[in-house]
């Protein structure tokens, strides 16, 4: 099996071994579209990707032999899923993997800082000391302490974000679908989502994006929420209007925001993003580049435990032609012997 790595670094050394022991791992970092396309034409059978590079037609009609895509994450808008499955490429990935997620914190850890970020002015507070400043006057914040903050989805992030913030004295207001028939932690409280957006003086996005979900939080959403309120977003950029959070920004209705992601990511290098542009004018956003699981601890775990998956794949495709072909033995000596 013939496995391209396109981006290794800080690889996990476990997860390459039990690669390694599944077939050829060609181990690289690639950094343009163009070295992504020749490497994937080099025989590749398994492509396993992080975030930096979009998989899409072009990538898999490089590799005809592509049986496969891994990627250790649970969002795919990095995958042409449809295109994958036109072509029977598997893609595997940590999506429903609720169990061993449990585990993987750093993406709420991030939640958590960028809310920090945003009340303590930090990334304004850090320049000015670097440019020659030191007049603490001129970022005084606010505390998490005592702030309502509003949850927006209470599946396992949701509710890791949740316990954090209960932790730091907040009051939790939790919001989910109209279906939803999940467990809820007290102290958080349970509520509809306008009543959520209404109270809250800080809001925390965590949804999983579908077609149900893109474009959520629209211009009546933030029109539904506090003057002078915060909103963070870790989750993925096409839940969110852009165009309405930049108009609620520009406006003055929210007093910030913090986003670890943007939609439509693979095409940032092609032109400019308007919340890129306004927060270069100085404008009241913090945006990080979709940094939330990147920690060394949460890496090596994914990855070590999407090799199992990959292995266990591998296996049950090995079995499954196994039995298709004892199968089409059987068969042709039934034919065979009816000849006779």
């Known amino acids: 099996m013939q496995i391209l790595i396109t981006e290794n670094e800080n690889f996990s050394r476990v997860a390459l071994e039990r690669l390694a022991a599944m077939g050829q791992v060609r181990s690289r970092d690639l950094r343009t579209r163009e070295e992504l396309l020749a490497e994937a034409a080099q025989g590749t059978e398994v492509l396993w990707v992080?975030?930096?590079?979009?998989?899409?037609?072009?990538?898999?009609?490089?590799?005809?032999?592509?049986?496969?895509?891994?990627?250790?994450?649970?969002?795919?808008?990095?995958?042409?899923?449809?295109?994958?499955?036109?072509?029977?490429i598997a893609v595997i990935?940590?999506?429903?993997?609720?169990?061993?997620?449990?585990?993987?914190?750093?993406?709420?850890?991030?939640?958590?800082?960028?809310?920090l970020a945003l009340l303590r002015r930090l990334p304004g507070a850090a320049r000015h000391v670097v440019e020659g400043g030191w007049n603490r006057d001129l970022f005084r914040g606010h505390e998490l302490h005592g702030k309502?903050?509003?949850?927006?989805?209470?599946?396992?992030?949701?509710?890791?974000?949740?316990?954090?913030?209960?932790?730091f004295g907040c009051r939790v207001l939790v919001s989910e679908r109209k279906d939803w028939e999940g467990s809820l932690e007290p102290p958080a409280e349970l509520v509809p989502l306008e009543e959520l957006l209404s109270h809250s003086d800080l809001v925390s996005l965590h949804v999983s994006l579908d077609s149900t979900t893109t474009g959520l939080f629209d211009r009546a959403c933030f029109g539904r929420m506090k003057s002078g309120a915060w909103f963070i977003n870790t989750s993925r950029g096409e839940l969110v209007d852009e165009a309405a959070l930049l108009g609620a920004l520009r406006e003055g209705k929210l007093a910030g925001a913090a986003v670890d992601v943007l939609a439509a990511e693979h095409r940032l290098g092609e032109a400019g993003h308007p919340l890129i542009e306004y927060a270069r004018e100085g404008g009241n956003i913090v945006i990080t580049p979709h940094t939330g699981g990147c920690t060394y601890e949460s890496m090596a775990k994914t990855e070590e435990f999407l090799a199992l998956r990959l292995e266990t794949w591998l296996s049950a495709r090995a079995l499954e032609k196994g039995t298709l072909c004892a199968e089409s033995q059987a068969l042709q000596a039934e034919t065979g012997a009816a000849k006779i």
């Open 50 to 88: 992080r975030l930096r590079h979009y998989i899409g037609r072009e990538a898999m009609e490089a590799a005809p032999g592509l049986q496969a895509i891994a990627t250790p994450t649970t969002g795919l808008t990095h995958v042409d899923l449809e295109e994958a499955a036109r072509r029977g």
């Open 93 to 115: 990935s940590l999506k429903g993997e609720t169990e061993f997620l449990k585990e993987i914190r750093a993406t709420a850890e991030h939640t958590i800082g960028l809310m």
């Open 148 to 167: 309502t903050v509003g949850v927006v989805g209470y599946g396992r992030l949701g509710r890791i974000v949740a316990r954090y913030l209960d932790a």
